[in-house]
Structure formats: C-alpha cells, structure tokens
C-alpha cells in the first residue's frame, strides 16, 4: 500500500470533510495494537513504551526546531493547551494570573481557564482572522502568565504572528504557548515564523493524532526548559518513578507507540508529501467554489472556508457530507489526508446538483 490518493479512505470517512482526525498510517496502526495494554504513565514498568515516547518527543522537537525537547504525549490538544496553561500560572508570581489568547483560540482555552481558575482574555482578531498584535498588546499586564498564539487555527487554518507576540510576552515576563496541534506537521514545508527555532517560545501542543497521521489518542505538549516539566510535576509515593508531569494517570500506550510509528514513517519526506498534496486539494477546492462564486477565503494551510447560504449547507448535509461552520457560519472543510481530488469532485457534483 502506498501513501496518498492510493489509499481509499474505509467507510467511517467517506464523506468526512469537517474532521481533524484522519486514518492512521498503516504502521501507526499496527504499532497502537502491540500496545494497546500498556501504560506510559507508569514509565518503570513499561520501559518498551517509555522510551517509544521520549523517542516520539526527540521527533516531535525535530519538527519544532527544538534541539533537547522537553514533554510528553498527551490526549490531544485540549490536554496540552491546558497544561501550557497550568505550568504558566504554576510558575507566575501573582495570585490573579490571567491568560491572553486571541479570539481564535480553541474552546480548549475556556476548559483551561475554568479547571485552572485563571482568567481568560480575547483579543479581538485582525480583517484576515490573525491575532490582533495591538490588540493583545493592550489587554496583558503584570499578572500575565501566558500569552497564546495559534499557528493553524481551528476555523480559518491561520497562523498568528508568532515573534511579534513573543515579544508582547517578554515584555511583561509572560510564557509564549503556541497551539500547533492541528498546523504543527504542515508548518515545517511552509514559509511561517512559528516554531520554537522562529521566537522564545516556551511550549507548544502539536498532536500527532490530527495531520501526524497516528491513532487518537496522541497529543504532544511540549517545553523550551524541565523547569516546565517541573511546574507540572506531583509526587507519585508508590509508584516505581517519582513524580509525574502528565494530566493524566493511566495513559494509551497505543497513543505513544501509534505516535511514533507515524512520525518515523513520515518524517520529513512522507510529511512533505502530504502538505503538497493536500495543500494542493484546498487551493483545487477553493479555486472551484470561488468560480461558481461563492466568497472564499484564500487557503493558507489545507483549510477553506467559504460563505454559503444555510439551505444549501443543510442540503449537502442531508446528502451525507460531513461538514461544518465557522462561528461566523462560513462552510469549512479541513483537507485532511484522507480527502482526495475525488471525494472533492463529488462534493463539488453535488454543490451544482443544488443550483
Ligand atoms: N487546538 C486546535 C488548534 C484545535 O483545532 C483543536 C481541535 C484543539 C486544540 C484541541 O484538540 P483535541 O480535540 O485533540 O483535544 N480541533 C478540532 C475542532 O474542534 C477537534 C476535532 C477533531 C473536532 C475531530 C471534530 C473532529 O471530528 O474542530
């Protein structure tokens, strides 16, 4: 089997065009099976596993331009987002810590904020959907801890001005977060300023489980410094190892060992591959639906968004098509690897069949 156009997507994502899930590499999913029963939480224990995710976070800081990563694989991105979070206020010296995350972040930063009881603050985002540097300049402030930045936002696939609000960051001694859980395996073969190599950037959520090509659960949080790690850190008394830095006890070892199957399948070559192709999908997709004059916006990551009027979204639900819409109800179809030219061509037979 090969990667790619090849590969027929099973059943389960026929007409799936909302999803950040995909099919798994076949390695992937092979690797999860062996390891279905075991639990990286208890590291002792599990060694194979242990070392399959520290092996995995070595890959995953390869990705980020991060020499000596520190981290651990986690759940997914809402996980990761909350703990970017938690170290921050763990680790900030005032006793009202706030969070300043532009209004694009994902709902995971509400969940955060609310387990955490930190405030949450939104800057508003700019005329193409990218954090408002001015605006998040204006709402920090001495009790700050972390500042967020998205580097492949749920909704439009826009990647925030990463320096410009490392800076913001540094200036009142915040963390900069960035959430690269959806963009982090397309970013690398694109031209952005994202990643740890780009901007201080303290930690970072980039989930295997969504363009990684692995099982979910896999998400990845990752630090610059233990000193992270260590804010996140409790006493384990009676287990083999010491403390434990992870949100989660028991863990997927299925999740680690699917996670690095992916990453040593696929990166770089097999990763690059997958940016071309399915970049290459969003630009087809969003060229098709501006010529039949619908109001799209430009693809920067395989992500197209595009106004429709309610009683068409409806009908191409009701044909089966699983797709979904911005807060400001534009269509939204995330080009994950499992959707081909072809199921984009049905996809368009049907938008005509409406007209
Ligand atoms: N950060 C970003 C930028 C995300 O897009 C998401 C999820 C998260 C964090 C949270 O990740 P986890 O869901 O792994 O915790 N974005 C998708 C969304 O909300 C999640 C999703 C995935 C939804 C598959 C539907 C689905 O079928 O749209």
Redesign the pocket.
């Known amino acids: 089997m090969t990667r790619g156009e090849a590969r027929r997507p099973p059943q389960e994502f026929d007409r799936v065009l ?4 995909t099919t798994p590499h076949p390695a992937a999913r092979e690797a999860a099976q062996a390891f279905l029963a075991t639990n990286p939480g208890d590291p002792e224990t599990y060694p194979a596993v242990a070392e399959r995710e520290r092996d995995a976070v070595a890959l995953l800081g390869e990705i980020v331009g991060l020499s000596s990563p520190h981290g651990y694989i986690a ?5 990761a ?1 909350l703990q970017a979070v938690r170290a921050a206020r763990n680790r900030a010296d005032a006793d009202a810590v706030n969070v300043v995350a532009p209004a694009s972040a ?1 709902f ?1 930063f509400q969940k955060a904020a609310d387990v955490l009881g930190v405030e949450l603050r939104l800057a508003p985002t700019d005329g193409d959907h990218r954090a408002d540097v001015a605006a998040v300049a204006d709402l920090v402030d001495g009790d700050t801890a972390v500042v967020v930045g ?1 580097a ?3 909704e439009y696939g826009r990647v925030d001005p990463i320096p410009a609000l490392a800076d913001i960051a540094a200036g009142v001694d915040a963390n900069l977060h960035v ?1 690269a ?2 963009g982090g395996f397309v970013l690398p073969f694109t031209d952005h300023d994202w990643s740890f190599a780009d901007a201080p950037v303290n930690t970072m ?1 980039i ?1 295997p ?2 363009m990684g090509q692995a099982p979910v659960p896999a ?1 990845g949080f990752l630090a610059r410094d233990p000193e992270t790690l260590d804010a996140l850190a409790i006493e384990t008394p009676y287990l083999e190892s010491d403390t434990q830095p992870t949100l989660g006890g028991t863990r997927s070892g299925a999740g680690v060992a699917g996670a690095l199957a992916s990453l040593r399948a696929l990166w770089p070559d097999g990763y690059r591959e997958q940016y071309e192709r399915t970049q290459g999908n969003a630009e087809y997709l969003a060229a098709e639906l501006a010529a039949r004059g619908y109001d799209v916006v430009d693809p920067e990551l395989p992500l197209v968004a595009a106004d429709m009027p309610d009683a068409e979204f409806q009908a191409l639900r009701e044909e089966g098509w699983r797709i979904s819409r911005t807060a400001s109800d534009a269509l939204r179809v995330v080009c994950m690897p499992h959707v081909t030219r072809e199921m984009l061509a049905a996809f368009l037979d049907d938008v005509d069949a409406l007209a």
């Open positions: 909302s999803s950040m899930c759940a997914g991105g809402t996980e987002n994902h995971s998205v492949g936002t749920t959430d859980a959806w959520a989930d489980h969504k998400g």
